[in-house]
């Protein structure tokens, strides 16, 4: 039996669809905005505030291992639900917070390891959804991309350990816009230009001393034309720590663009 803590984005339904292929015993602690999982006879609607009932719904069906994927929203501490035990350990929480999501994330992983849980990682039933090095489209970084793409890489490594941010725009070697907590998408919102079309890249790397088990930075068909939209000329992630959405229609879609995809 594994627990699935899912949240949003479409990864922990890929997920889904193969631990059900596999005829793998699951249950899910659903932690999504709408819901998403509540059509799931064995999903489990709780608050990210309801340490105890959590972590009683793992052991009650026997769970040592649970599996997070999708994205959780920092919570609204004053807002939250809380059971004894989320009461006990919401300060540690709350303390993580002020680090960055990454802290967070960490903290939890280190609450059920004390509960005789154990954190797997996320691509341990989806491998094929995290690419090796190399190029994916028929158009690869010239130069001048590569010196973005450099300029990217030296910028996310000079973020603090903690920082939230796992992606950064460089255009012709100025870095243009870094992610903030509003994500991928208004990032990519602030960089269009109008005067620059097919220049720039946008690099997702995970966070600095991020838990790699946990949290790896997600490309789909999305982030492909929200790069369009924004006038760059490819994308970059690093080998075997991301998750990668859609990956056949992500290329089409960017060869049809001109676009790069690549994998450092």
Do not use: W
């Not at 899912?6 to 059900?20: M, R, S, V, W, Y």
């Not at 009683?56 to 939250?80: D, R, T």
């Amino acid at each position: 039996m594994i627990g699935l803590i899912f949240g949003d984005t479409e990864f922990p339904k890929e997920i889904l669809k193969n631990i059900k292929k596999r005829k793998i015993r699951y249950l899910i602690i659903d932690l999504s905005k709408s819901k998403k999982f509540k059509k799931d006879r064995k999903s489990h609607s709780v608050s990210i505030g309801q340490f105890g009932k959590i972590i009683n719904i793992l052991k009650e069906n026997n769970c040592k291992k649970v599996l997070f994927a999708g994205k959780v929203n920092k919570p609204n501490f004053s807002k939250l639900k809380l059971d004894f035990k989320g009461i006990y350990y919401i300060p540690r929480i709350m303390k993580a917070s002020k680090l960055g999501d990454a802290a967070i994330l960490k903290e939890i992983i280190k609450i059920l390891d004390q509960n005789k849980i154990k954190t797997e990682n996320s691509l341990k039933f989806n491998p094929e959804l995290s690419l090796k090095k190399g190029n994916y489209s028929k158009f690869k970084p010239n130069k001048q991309d590569q010196l973005d793409i450099k300029k990217a890489i030296k910028t996310l490594n000079s973020l603090r350990e903690y920082n939230f941010s796992q992606g950064v725009v460089v255009r012709n070697k100025k870095v243009v816009s870094i992610e903030s907590k509003g994500g991928t998408e208004k990032m990519l919102e602030k960089s269009r230009s109008k005067k620059f079309r097919n220049h720039g890249v946008l690099v997702k790397f995970p966070k600095k001393k991020q838990d790699l088990r946990v949290d790896l930075p997600t490309i789909g068909l999305k982030t492909i034309k929200q790069s369009k939209n924004a006038g760059l000329k490819g994308i970059v992630v690093k080998s075997k720590q991301h998750v990668f959405l859609d990956k056949n229609k992500c290329i089409k879609l960017a060869n049809k663009n001109k676009m790069f995809i690549s994998v450092k």
